[in-house]
């Protein structure tokens, strides 16, 4: 049995089409079986939308967030009792977006900047070549159908950089370059979503690591047949670098779900997800599909209660790696 408790709190400011938000949380679990696996975890998050005229506006987003890998997912993957409590990391995110170009015209152009950094808080004998910083810097040309939708070309190029190399091991360091092509529509009645295409490339700084280049994707998608009924879909697929072994690998994942408001105080969603995983350089591939059952009732104003099903099954070629689980819950939440 777990119990877990996730109180947060979020603070708006509205000023005409300027908002500024902050959102504080922790993440707490307390493991009835083994206290070993407890955890008390947080996060920060500060969001700011500028607009000084109807053809120029300016998003700042910063994050930071302290978690716990739960024993036998992340670096601690088929690692047995080698590594006998959850490894822990912090990490933080600092990214600002521009565009230019009014809303209704035909074009407009973005320019975008992210940071990013992870260091791990333990086990840093292990943990610390996995301590990485990010930095990516992107542009972006949108083009205006006219018809409540809008096209666009996307550039970004990302420098991953490993703070520890391990001796006689080859350098992790990449660069990460992506061209692609992409469709966002309004809301309406029916249906909103976005989806891009188009070309990847992930150059390691050190000739021994195998390099890729192919095809990248993301997408996703909300269909609405009924105004209490709707279906969303997401997808991706690119090359991202492994926490434990291997170059790079090479995922696609796809989740499907249905949710439905059977009356004004009754809901429920299902979804079902897959997500494969073809690792380069170590012979491994990992195969895991997801099934996910979740039904809330608005007992009162201030209070929702529900129950959920969560089951899960990995196949892995690599046979320590195999297992399902079956997480069944109940949950309240309450809010101001």
Avoid: C
Avoid at 219 to 227: C, E, F, H, M
Avoid at 291 to 313: I, M
């Amino acid at each position: 049995a777990i119990l877990t408790v996730d109180p947060s709190i979020n603070f708006l400011l509205e000023d005409g089409a300027n908002n500024h938000a902050i959102d504080v949380g922790i993440f707490s679990g307390f493991y009835s079986e083994d206290s070993t696996d407890n955890y008390l975890d947080g996060f920060v998050a500060l969001n700011s939308h500028f607009e000084q005229s109807s053809r120029s506006r300016f998003d700042i987003n910063a994050s930071a967030n302290w978690t716990t890998e739960p024993r036998g997912t992340g670096l601690s993957e088929g690692q047995g009792d080698s590594i006998d409590e959850p490894v822990r990391y912090a990490d933080q995110t600092l990214e600002g977006q521009y565009e230019y170009g009014a809303k209704s015209a035909f074009g407009r152009v973005a320019a975008r900047v992210k940071y990013y950094n992870k260091e791990y808080l333990n086990f840093t004998d292990v943990t610390q070549f996995r301590d990485i910083d990010q930095l990516l810097l992107g542009g972006k040309f949108i083009y205006n159908t006219q018809a409540g939708s809008d096209a666009f070309i996307e550039l970004t190029h990302e420098d991953i950089n490993y703070k520890v190399t391990p001796v006689g091991v080859n350098s992790r360091d990449s660069k990460d370059m992506r061209a692609l092509v992409g469709f966002e529509w309004e809301a309406t009645a029916l249906t909103s979503g976005a989806a891009k295409f188009g070309y990847q490339k992930k150059e390691f700084d050190d000739s021994a690591r195998g390099n890729f280049d192919g095809l990248s994707w993301e997408a996703s998608i909300v269909w609405a047949p009924l105004t209490y009924s709707s279906f969303d879909f997401t997808t991706s697929q690119a090359a991202v670098d492994p926490l434990t072994e291997g170059n790079y690998i090479e995922q696609r994942v796809f989740d499907f779900g249905w949710n439905h408001n059977w009356s004004e105080l009754f809901s429920s969603r299902i979804s079902l997800n897959y997500m494969d995983e073809e690792y380069v350089g170590v012979t491994r591939n990992d195969e895991t599909l997801g099934f996910t059952l979740s039904a809330d009732y608005q007992l009162l104003r201030w209070l929702n209660v529900g129950v959920f099903a969560e089951l899960s099954e990995k196949d892995s070629t690599t046979e320590n790696l195999n297992y399902d689980k079956n997480t069944f819950g109940v949950n309240a939440r309450l809010s101001m």
